[in-house]
């Protein structure tokens, strides 16, 4: 599904990628773990296509295409899909119209036909339901005066809508009370399937007590130290990060 | 003096017997007032305060000023698909009345409830109310060229409305400028006890280039009167639009305005507001996409001149190219005018480098009691926002038409009619649209 070899990247002119290899397979679940500051989410920017990220050395493969001379549209319309840490407020455009027009946009860059209002409400209320997203904020503006827990799941329901091939969760765990984190990596564990890889990007090895990995890395100062099972995820939670820090 | 300002006193010695009313005395009078009060104040430059971002003498030096003729025959209109204004409130039923170069075409035969007359302004100039609403404001007006408007005034027409009345459609009123030359018109509106009324605006260009659209609009609202009243104005490339509302409310009256700007070289649409009861509302909004060296200047002064009223502006304006943006405000609370509430916003969004925008909301406050605030923001598409919608698959044209449509529709919101809103939504989207083509 995925091939990253050697990857470079510079964030403002500083190398902050430094020579990232990993192979990720369809059916897969990857864990990458790191101290702050160690170039995870530099990663699934690059990956992404984010601006200001500018890949220096190596390559990616996704799905036999060069992923890096792909814009930004054009892989998410090709299955990419991440899930920000951060995601943006945009005021002004509704979550059901945001998620309408993505989702027609991506139908209509794959060459499928775009639904129509009826046939996608019933589509959103589906995909909703599990996430416990209201009607109500399906009508407010994309993220304006979501909280931190519904933010997250306006992210795994737009995952859930879009079909993504590969997902990357960046720090989908961030700014999440427990009971929130059971709903998303609920939400994320209904959307494993043979078909899907996802990288999971976190700090704690808390998410990935509700969303097991099949591979975990740990990613420090740019570079991919050490990969192992799931068990290197409670390992690094005993022994923290204090080996692999700068 | 400049060109432009004797091109217009001359207009005014050459025709004034000809010009509509002129048989009556205390108009005459008025007429020569104004004259004399324009021609002493000269046309606005940038040393005036309330012009210091707006250059109307220069803008009409190159101007063609000469009165603009009568049409001759059958119009011929713009292509809607070309110019979708001229289609705009279509799907709504209403009362149409037609302008060509500022001179009524349409006989005004509409069915109108009992209660509801519509005259042209020959015929209007003669009514009690008219003078009343026509001849209090000379004093006041030089500065702000409606004294011009005064002397020059030559069709409108008077619409009134009887108590308790409604007015059963929105009167819809379409200018269009088929010849060069400047027009002067004048609508005349008194809405009595409770009456209610909604007024359709569309102003665009049918073959004309260099022209002079000089409007005002006096509306004089009595007591729980309400009016709305929408405008859309999408003039010729070459076109210089002078608009001008003047509104007294009673108590409890309420206004709403909004105005879509799209058109002419330079615009320049002013607002002034007067209340004289308690408990009287008033919203002047507006949302403006320009591009190429467009200029397009809004000018609001909302005066609380009596208690519990409350006044809003909101201004949302697009520029593109290196065109010009520009939004002067006053909110002025007397010192009786306790319990006001007055509030003003403008934001712009600047699409290229070369676009300016100039915003200067100004409270001016003698009361204690009030809530008062006012706001700018000029800023940029936020590129975060961009990257996130492309993130999910959305090109970036559409991601940005998105969020302009977005940013805009804060002030389609505030228009109470529905349809007409949606209309206005759609001209902004097809200007995005039309314009993207042209710059790509």
Request: contains cysteine.
């Amino acid at each position: 599904m995925l091939e990253i070899k050697n990857l470079h990247a510079n964030v403002n002119g500083k190398e902050i990628l430094k020579g990232i290899d990993l192979t990720v397979e369809a059916g897969t679940v990857h864990a990458i773990m790191g101290p702050n500051g160690s170039g995870k989410s530099t990663l699934s920017y690059v990956l992404a296509g984010r601006e200001g990220y500018e890949v220096t050395q190596g390559s990616v493969t996704y799905k036999g295409r060069d992923l890096l001379a792909m814009n930004v549209d054009e892989r998410a319309a090709a299955g990419v899909f991440l899930a920000f840490q951060y995601p943006i407020e945009i005021p002004g455009v509704t979550t059901m119209t945001f998620l309408k027009t993505a989702l027609n946009a991506q139908r209509k860059a794959r060459g499928e036909d775009e639904l129509d209002a009826p046939r996608f409400l019933k589509l959103v209320r589906e995909k909703s339901k599990p996430l416990n997203v209201s009607d109500d904020m399906l009508k407010r503006a994309l993220n304006v005066g979501f909280s931190g827990g519904e933010k997250k799941r306006a992210e795994i329901l737009q995952m859930a809508l879009l079909e993504p091939s590969l997902a990357i969760l960046d720090e989908t765990d961030s700014g999440l009370d427990i009971d929130a984190l059971k709903v998303v990596a609920e939400g994320v564990n209904s959307l494993r399937s043979p078909e899907r890889a996802m990288i999971v990007i976190t700090h704690y090895q808390r998410l990935l007590d509700h969303i097991v990995p099949d591979v975990v890395h740990v990613l420090s100062k740019g570079r991919i130290v050490r990969t192992g099972g799931k068990e290197l995820a409670g390992e690094l939670e005993r022994t923290g990060y204090a080996e692999f820090a700068a | 003096m400049t060109d432009a300002a004797r091109n217009f006193i001359e207009t005014y010695e050459r025709e004034r017997a000809a010009l509509p009313g002129a048989g009556l005395a205390w108009l005459a009078a008025c007429r020569a007032d104004a004259l004399k009060a324009f021609a002493e104040a000269g046309l606005p430059h940038r040393r005036l305060e309330d012009w210091r971002y707006t250059d109307l003498a220069r803008a009409l030096e190159k101007a063609t000023l000469s009165p603009a003729p009568q049409p001759q025959g059958a119009v011929a209109l713009p292509d809607a698909a070309a110019r979708p204004s001229i289609a705009a409130f279509h799907g709504i039923d209403r009362h149409v009345a037609v302008f060509v170069n500022g001179r009524l075409q349409s006989d005004l035969a509409l069915e109108l409830p009992h209660g509801v007359t519509l005259v042209p302004l020959a015929e209007a100039l003669g009514e009690p109310w008219v003078r009343q609403l026509v001849e209090t404001k000379v004093a006041t007006q030089a500065g702000n060229v409606i004294a011009l408007n005064t002397a020059l005034m030559r069709d409108g027409l008077g619409l009134h409305v009887a108590r308790g009345v409604k007015l059963d459609k929105p009167l819809h009123l379409i200018f269009l400028a088929t010849d060069d030359g400047a027009s002067h018109v004048r609508v005349l509106v008194r809405l009595e006890e409770g009456a209610e009324a909604t007024i359709f605006e569309t102003h665009v260009d049918a073959g004309a280039r260099s022209y002079f659209v000089d409007q005002v609009t006096d509306v004089s609202l009595a007591e729980g009167a309400t009016l709305a009243h929408v405008k859309i104005q999408d003039e010729g490339a070459e076109a210089i639009h002078l608009a001008s509302l003047t509104a007294v409310l009673g108590a409890a009256a309420k206004l709403s305005s909004f105005s879509l700007t799209l058109g002419a070289k330079l615009s320049r649409s002013q607002s002034f507001v007067t209340f004289k009861g308690e408990g009287g509302e008033a919203h002047v909004n507006g949302a403006t996409a320009l591009a190429g060296s467009q200029h397009g200047d809004h000018f609001c002064m909302m005066d609380h001149a009596v208690p519990q009223c409350a006044s809003s502006t909101l201004f949302k304006t697009v520029l593109d190219g290196a065109s010009t943006g520009v939004f002067q405000g006053n909110v002025m609370v007397r010192p009786d005018a306790q319990k006001a509430d007055g509030r003003q916003m403008s934001n712009a969004l600047l699409l290229s480098r070369d676009a300016s925008m100039n915003a200067k909301p100004e409270l001016e406050i003698y009361a204690d009691d009030v809530q008062c605030a006012h706001g700018s923001t000029i800023g940029e598409l936020n590129r975060d926002a961009i990257f996130f919608l492309r993130a999910r698959g959305i090109d970036e044209h559409t991601a940005r038409q998105l969020l302009i449509s977005a940013f805009l529709d804060e002030s389609f919101e505030t228009v109470p009619h529905e349809a007409a809103r949606e209309d206005l939504r759609a001209l902004a989207a097809g200007w995005f649209e039309r314009h993207q083509e042209k710059t790509s």
